[in-house]
């Protein structure tokens, strides 16, 4: 039977809180755990369900847990009874501002759907490019010989690329690179919006020694200039995250050849839906897309991973984060070996299960 007889019959909503193995700093602030929504759509008589994970942070996205849970409790009765129509249901959560990592978890349960009432993995569905692809792996901001500790690990653990964190000061940062030089590795570098325009560019000129792949998002999300002049300024790509949510910031940083990548991020942007619109932005400017994640578990990563494999212009992918969590109640959906990420052959994300849902939030969420 197609998606066109299904609808949907009922969402939920419930915490998904999640503890890290050690917290986590980036030149925002340091993290100790995420506090991540998980939603269900349920259709039809079918016991079938598709499941997405919310992920918010007032420091990016500007939301948190309890006002992503009250979003989709606010948009479920908007939605039950309508067929799984991706674009209807994405106009009507976007009537809405903002709240992009609860809409997120519903588009991605949406597409998770879809690939299960049509037996077919998300990946395959969404164009089916690739099998496999490397991601890397991100060192939070740490002292050199910390850092050069960490790259050491990851690398016994198969990974060949390094996404390190700088925290915004020149000769504390150029030490962390320093202590991996020589390594042997590919090293992209993540400001988190940490420099100056001017910091940024002596900081770049001070790396012509190393061989960097980029550095992603030097100056605040609002200046665009800053960004701009970093790009013309120094001598390594310059990727935009923080100043790119959705599709229509990434036309104005193409058009104004402010940046040359952009990491994409489901949690920003709101779901799928809205990266396949930037992807294919970033494709006819002729920029490569990165695709990222925030303290995410393999639900929400799985559905990134599947857009990846899926879509030719994402050259580089960040999907780490659930190896800094203390536990994976995922089972099935995407794995790392080696660096390089694959999904089961299984319809939609191939997520089999979850573990560790506390029952007390299910009973107050669940039925919404
Ligand atoms: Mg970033």
């Given at each position: ?178 202590a991996i030089s020589d390594l042997g590795i ?62 229509r910031d990434a036309l104005k940083l193409v ?114």
């Open positions: 039977m197609g998606t066109e007889t299904r609808k949907i019959t009922k969402i939920t909503a419930e915490k998904y809180d999640l503890s890290l193995i050690e917290p986590f700093r980036i030149s925002l602030g340091t993290i100790t755990k995420a506090n991540n929504i998980l939603v269900r759509v349920f259709c039809n008589d079918s016991s079938t369900f598709g499941m997405g994970e919310g992920s918010p942070t007032y420091k990016i996205t500007g939301d948190n847990q309890a006002g992503s849970l009250s979003f989709v409790k606010d948009v479920a009765p908007l939605l039950v009874d309508r067929k799984l129509d991706i674009q209807a249901i994405d106009e009507i959560m976007n009537s809405f501002v903002n709240m992009t990592a609860a809409k997120a978890a519903i588009n991605i349960a949406i597409y998770d759907l879809i690939g299960k009432e049509l037996s077919k993995p998300l990946f395959k569905l969404l164009g089916g490019y690739r099998k496999e692809i490397e991601t890397d792996l991100t060192i939070g901001i740490l002292t050199p010989k910390e850092v050069r500790e960490k790259a050491i690990d990851a690398i016994s653990k198969g990974f060949r690329i390094l996404k390190i964190k700088v925290e915004g000061d020149v000769e504390r940062d150029l030490k962390r690179i320093e590919k090293i992209r570098l993540d400001a988190n919006q940490g420099f100056t325009p001017k910091d940024a560019v002596k900081f770049i000129r001070k790396l012509s020694s190393f061989e960097i792949e980029f550095i992603e998002q030097p100056v605040p999300f609002w200046d665009i200039d800053g960004l701009k002049y970093v790009k013309e300024s120094g001598n390594i790509p310059v990727f935009a995250d923080e100043s790119v949510h959705l599709a058009q104004e050849k402010c940046v040359d990548g952009i990491n994409i991020k489901l949690m920003k942007c709101g779901g799928l839906s809205e990266a396949i619109k930037i992807i294919n932005i970033a494709e006819a400017a002729g920029i490569p897309c990165m695709i990222g994640c925030m303290l995410e578990s393999r639900i929400s990563l799985t559905a990134a991973a599947h857009l990846a494999l899926a879509f030719k212009n994402i050259k580089y992918v960040d999907l780490d984060s659930y190896l800094f969590l203390k536990d994976d109640p995922v089972s099935g959906g995407m794995e790392v070996k080696n660096g390089k990420i694959t999904v089961p052959d299984s319809p939609g994300l191939g997520i089999t299960g979850i573990r560790c849902i506390k029952s007390s939030y299910e009973k107050e969420e669940k039925n919404i």
